[in-house]
């Protein structure tokens, strides 16, 4: 008797697994089948018609997504999967990725969030580096470098996405997703640079700071382009109330001390001198950090 109970155990479990494996590789349809035939064999089983019920849904509303244009499913595929959890969630964040991608190419936004931030969620961190990786080369912003190396710092490789964080924190700071930041040093930059160097626009200092705190390595200098404004749709340049000319200000300040950094560092005598007087002239408790640390 225990022997014939333990086997319709054993097959309920395994069935209902089946069905849930079905559900999180988005076949719904096999899914939905497997669970009508398990509510007729265990029609007082609660679980199972919960999960028939789950099933149901999903099929019903992944129908609606799939009849909508490409460039629309990637937002309800996550709304979708933040409304589940464990693989089906994951299964969910992974197709809205992959939806993201082939409608806008390798540095489609969803809310400002390129696919390797939806496969992260998903914990496919391997798949995500790829993933940022193609959006660099595509378009090398600093918002895509920062995702980059949010990754790298992810899977433990701290001095490549330091390196990332440079570049990107040089290339244009108000580009950069600050609340998603991985690294809490790099995330305190402009804070540190506001309250303990009192730069009144620690997001253009962020760079700099980080270099002279030994948080960020020296890395090159920036290009020409970046000293221009920022131009990214999130820049705070393109806020309301925002004084333009004086972040343009800050951040080209930023570049050119930072650029003096490089010279003071690098080279010696005369002109590693003048560096160090440049440095003075566009942040003087800056230069004596540096100094400082040296």
């Not at 064999?41 to 992944?62: F, K």
């Not at 290339?171 to 809490?184: H, I, K, M, R």
């Not at 002239?281 to 640390?293: C, N, R």
Request: net charge negative; charged share 30%; proline share 7%.
């Amino acid at each position: 008797m225990l022997g014939a109970q333990l086997d319709l155990f054993n097959d309920r479990h395994l069935r209902l697994e089946d069905a849930r494996r079905a559900l999180a590789e988005g076949r719904t349809q096999d899914a939905c089948r497997e669970l009508f035939r398990l509510r007729d064999c265990y029609p007082e089983d609660p679980g199972i018609t919960a999960e028939l019920e789950l099933a149901r849904t999903l099929m019903r509303r992944l129908g609606e997504i799939e009849a909508m244009a490409p460039g629309e499913r990637p937002r309800p595929l996550v709304e979708l999967a933040r409304a589940t959890m464990g693989g089906i969630r994951a299964a969910l964040l992974r197709r809205a990725a992959g939806e993201l991608r082939q409608a806008g190419g390798p540095a489609a936004l969803l809310d400002g969030k390129p696919a390797s931030v939806l496969l992260l969620e998903a914990g496919d961190a391997h798949t995500a580096w790829a993933t940022a990786v193609e959006a660099v080369r595509d378009s090398r912003r600093a918002r895509f470098l920062a995702y980059l190396a949010d990754v790298e710092y992810r899977l433990d490789h701290k001095s490549r996405a330091l390196a990332r964080y440079r570049e990107a924190l040089a290339l244009d700071p108000y580009d950069v997703d600050w609340e998603e930041l991985t690294s809490d040093d790099v995330k305190m930059l402009p804070d540190i640079a506001r309250t303990e160097f009192e730069l009144e626009d620690g997001v253009a200092w962020a760079a700099p700071v980080g270099v002279v705190l030994r948080v960020l390595p020296i890395g090159d200098p920036p290009p020409p382009s970046a000293s221009s404004a920022p131009s990214a749709p999130s820049a705070p340049s393109s806020g309301p109330g925002v004084d333009v000319p004086a972040v343009s200000a800050a951040l080209e300040h930023a570049h050119e001390f930072l650029r003096a950094l490089i010279r003071a560092t690098q080279d010696r005598g005369v002109n590693a001198l003048n560096a160090r007087r440049q440095m003075r002239a566009l942040a003087p408790q800056l230069l004596a950090a540096y100094l400082q640390g040296r």
